[in-house]
């Protein structure tokens, strides 16, 4: 046999399977290691806690309509090698849900030492556990030692699903990173590798379908700030799309929306007598605008009714009002037949938490559809219906930006039905979430002390959730909090919360002003004294800031929940026979702009005299949502800009 004959068949192999491995391939006889590989690291693993030699996810699709058969196997089998005592730590023991240790059929976890196997546990040996107040299974490895191999065999049988996913990155790098779906020839499914993952390829055996991807030399995924990292994690995607031999397909977007929409209204008729109550309860007036009745809507249900995710739904909707709690999917039947009562034109937006992943329009999966929203076009206006913390015009700030399944109810001819189109729901305007911080501060007469009057002025997303959790907290509470939050870092201050305004979530008008806090301190803790000289830490005053800076290069891009801007408004009066030095670090300028030529980013601040005061102005602002990894160097120059602005301290001495 010629040389490059034996090549091509070495290539071949490499990228192709066997028949053999194809057809014969069992989940449930697949077993751990006959032997151990001898694993030595390279200078950059070398660096590592933790590498994973291999990291194999094989699931096994099983339908046999004729024995009423649909389910699923799947095998996780590792092997990681242990390089450090932190990863000693993080890996001598393992931990399994409850709700997943019933689907476990087979648990092997062998740890092994220079080629010998040390120890060997079983699923048996798992204990019950509380971590985190919450109770876990534990299987607690012996022999666990740096330069060790950890192998891991997990076998679960998991119920059938039409769609789901697998990451196959995390923190720890691996050298080799391997998936296959193994599914019945009659059946052909829809696959799809996102963030660099390579993508699948196929091939059709006998009887059945594989669908596989080998990735080689996977990085570790670093603990990085301002990113979506699990959205960001190599991961793969799949769905069943189509039956073969009549061609027909599962997963269309367009029938996700109307599968859902009769769901929840093909039991109006049972339900439609509790709007009486919600109307009563709400207090609508005649001359409300619809929006003013959605907003009333909104506020009573939130008011009156706690949604749970995973439990049973209620089989009469009044029981939810009666009992005060429901399903999410009791929740949304109260909105939604609600909306049908009164004739309001509105939309349901199915979509997906961007921080766990970005919906993708060409892949439809119910994966993408996870989460509910409403639209009123007329107002163009968003209600997140399971947020109990938002009112009519805000909602959860991990859908901003996202693409949705955006869904119109057709007027009733028998069957409940919806137009179904994608659309991005819009991200919020930068100048309609911005925090004003505005303060004077004058020294007092042994300086000491400064005495500051204190205003914050917080719109939209700035408010950081302060105006829901003030409106629902008790007088002694509201205090509490409220005065902490003006304390700042400054925690021995003396706290007197002159006025709290628009925390009033009943109110639309209030909802939709900014929520205001007024206060005056009295604080040595930006006052440092040394004879004549006083130290006075302006800087401070704008509250603690992060900082970013890293040796390592960075991997993702900079993922923001929220545009917002902070404006910082810093007065300072000088007492008569005093100046002032070290003013000219407060000149700060660093502006950035995007794609579109658009500033998107930037930290300015600026300073200048009126009498006998400093009067200092900074802001910084974050337009977008998304910056990309070429952008890393400037948004790190603005967020530490902010950092050194508040290192800032000027010299106050006699003339």
Not at 10 to 17: K, P, R, Y
Not at 115 to 123: D, F, K, P, W
Request: aromatic share 14%; charged share 30%.
């Amino acid at each position: 046999m010629n040389r490059i004959y034996l090549i091509l068949l070495f290539l071949l192999g490499a990228t192709t399977m066997s028949q053999a491995q194809l057809d014969d391939f069992s989940a449930r006889d697949y077993t751990v290691l006959s032997a151990v590989p001898e694993v030595k690291l390279d200078s950059t693993e070398a660096k590592k806690d933790l590498i994973f030699i291999f990291d194999r996810i094989y699931v096994e699709y099983v339908i046999r309509p004729e024995k009423d058969e649909f389910f699923r196997w799947q095998v996780n089998h590792s092997l990681k090698y242990v390089n450090d005592d932190n990863a000693i730590e993080d890996n001598n023991k393992l931990y399994i849900p409850l709700y997943a240790v019933k689907s476990i059929e087979n648990l092997i976890v062998r740890v092994y030492k220079d080629g010998n196997l040390i120890s060997e546990s079983y699923e048996d040996e798992l204990k019950t556990v509380e971590l985190e107040k919450t109770e876990m299974k534990l299987l607690a490895l012996k022999g666990v030692e740096k330069g060790c191999l950890i192998e891991t065999l997990m076998l679960k049988k998991l119920p059938f699903e039409f769609n789901d996913f697998e990451y196959l990155q995390d923190e720890a790098p691996r050298r080799n990173a391997e998936f296959r779906l193994y599914v019945p020839k009659d059946f052909r499914f829809k696959v799809h590798s996102y963030n660099g993952l390579e993508k699948y390829k196929s091939e059709i055996g006998s009887y059945r379908r594989i669908y596989y991807i080998n990735q080689k030399d996977v990085p570790g995924l670093q603990d990085e700030k301002y990113t979506f990292q699990t959205a960001n994690r190599m991961r793969v995607n799949y769905t069943l799309h189509e039956r073969v031999d009549d061609g027909h397909i599962f997963s269309k977007y367009e029938d996700m929306g109307n599968t859902f929409y009769d769901g929840i209204m093909k039991d109006y008729a049972k339900g439609r007598k509790v709007f009486k109550k919600i109307s009563k309860g709400a207090k609508f007036e005649e001359n409300d605008k619809t929006i003013e009745k959605v907003y009333k809507l909104d506020h009573w249900i939130k008011s009156n009714v706690l949604s749970f995710p995973g439990i049973k739904s209620q089989a009469k909707l009044k029981s939810v009002l009666k009992q005060h709690f429901g399903s999410q999917r009791d929740v949304l039947k109260l909105y939604m037949y609600s909306f049908f009562q009164m004739g309001i034109d509105y939309e349901i937006v199915l979509t997906c938490d961007k921080t766990k992943r970005r919906f993708d329009p060409e892949f439809d999966s119910w994966d993408y559809i996870t989460d509910v929203l409403f639209y009123f076009p007329k107002e163009e206006i968003f209600l997140d219906p399971l947020n109990m913390f938002s009112r009519l015009g805000r909602i959860n700030s991990d859908f901003l930006g996202e693409g949705a399944l955006f869904c119109t109810p057709l007027e009733y001819s028998g069957k409940n039905e919806v137009n179904t189109k994608i659309r991005e729901i819009h991200k919020n305007p930068v100048e309609e979430s911005t925090d004003i911080h505005t303060v004077t501060v004058k020294l007092t007469p042994d300086m000491l002390s400064c005495e500051i009057d204190y205003q914050r002025s917080m719109k939209g997303y700035a408010d950081m959730t302060l105006r829901s959790a003030y409106f629902t907290s008790d007088k002694e509470d509201r205090k509490d909090f409220i005065e902490e939050f003006v304390k700042g870092e400054a925690t021995e201050s003396e706290v007197e919360i002159t006025d709290v305004k628009n925390f009033n979530l009943s109110d639309q008008k209030e909802y939709n002003n900014p929520f205001e806090v007024d206060a005056k301190l009295k604080t040595s803790y930006y006052v440092e004294s040394a004879g004549d000289k006083i130290l006075l830490k302006v800087g401070e005053l704008i509250g603690a800031q992060s900082e970013m800076y890293s040796e390592e290069p960075r991997q993702q891009p900079i993922n923001l929940s929220y545009a917002h801007k902070y404006v910082r408004n810093i007065t300072i009066e000088i007492p008569e026979g005093y100046q002032a030095k070290g003013l000219e670090k407060l000149n700060i300028n660093h502006q950035y702009k995007n794609a579109a030529g658009e500033y998107s980013m930037g930290f300015v601040s600026s300073y200048k005299y009126e009498g006998n005061k400093i009067i200092i102005t900074c802001e910084e602002y974050y337009s977008d949502l998304n910056y990309p990894i070429m952008q890393y160097e400037e948004f790190a120059k603005v967020i530490n800009a902010a950092a050194d602005f508040n290192k800032i301290s000027i010299l106050i001495e006699k003339k």
